[in-house]
């Protein structure tokens, strides 16, 4: 018969958490293999440096450091956890400030911006399609729908956290969550009442 965490392992073994971690400034090769043993927290899928850039006035990603190169490494966790989580974890392990520290997830804006693409010929607005634009899903990294997928993950990461401690967690019914669903602010009932009281005197009945 299966045990608890042979089920845990199965279920994180089908999901793969991908990550970029950037280091501005000297970053030698004791703290990449520190960095590597720490990673091994959250087992590591893969893990590989992928460059080194030159020195940079004003490196990507790094508002507050100022020529410096930037050590960029792309990894792969079995265990779940988020960008926050890591970057507390990894600047107080390795001894690195957090301005000198950042981890992102690979399809950010920010990283497609990053990548290196091929030279356009001709003014971006002859094209009347866009067709650079490409076909952007904003709602992947802003607003209700984000909001909640990421709280959502954070609660499945906590009860992951709980369970593995031991903890018994109360599991909500289906018919409770669809009795009480999550609601955003624009679906709250909102006060339609006047704040002027309708009333039956009338000044010219005396």
Do not use: W
């Not at 608890?4 to 280091?23: C, D, I, M, Q, T």
């Not at 265990?79 to 107080?92: D, H, I, N």
């Not at 990421?150 to 499945?156: G, R």
Request: with cysteine; glycine share 4%.
């Amino acid at each position: 018969m299966k045990t608890f965490l042979n089920y845990l392992s199965e279920s994180l073994s089908a999901k793969k958490y991908p990550f970029r971690v950037k280091v501005a400034g000297e970053f030698t090769a004791e703290q990449e293999a520190k960095l590597h043993s720490m990673l091994e927290r959250f087992k590591v899928d893969a893990f590989k440096k992928v460059s080194v850039t030159p020195i940079q006035q004003f490196p990507l990603d790094f508002p507050q450091i100022r020529n410096c190169e930037v050590s960029i490494f792309e990894v792969s966790l079995d265990y779940p956890t988020t960008q926050q989580e890591l970057t507390e974890y990894l600047s107080s392990g390795l001894g690195v400030s957090k301005a000198n520290l950042a981890v992102r997830r690979p399809g950010e804006p920010s990283e497609e911006y990053q990548m290196p693409t091929e030279k356009r010929e001709g003014a971006l607005l002859n094209d009347p399609e866009y067709k650079e634009a490409g076909n952007p899903q904003f709602e992947d990294y802003y607003g209700d729908k984000y909001n909640s997928g990421f709280v959502k993950e954070l609660n499945d990461i906590l009860k992951l956290q709980r369970k593995a401690r031991g903890e018994q967690i109360p599991e909500s019914k289906p018919d409770d969550v669809m009795k009480n669903p999550g609601q955003t602010t624009n679906e709250i009932p909102q006060n339609n009442r006047s704040p002027i009281q309708q009333t039956d005197y009338d000044p010219r009945k005396k």
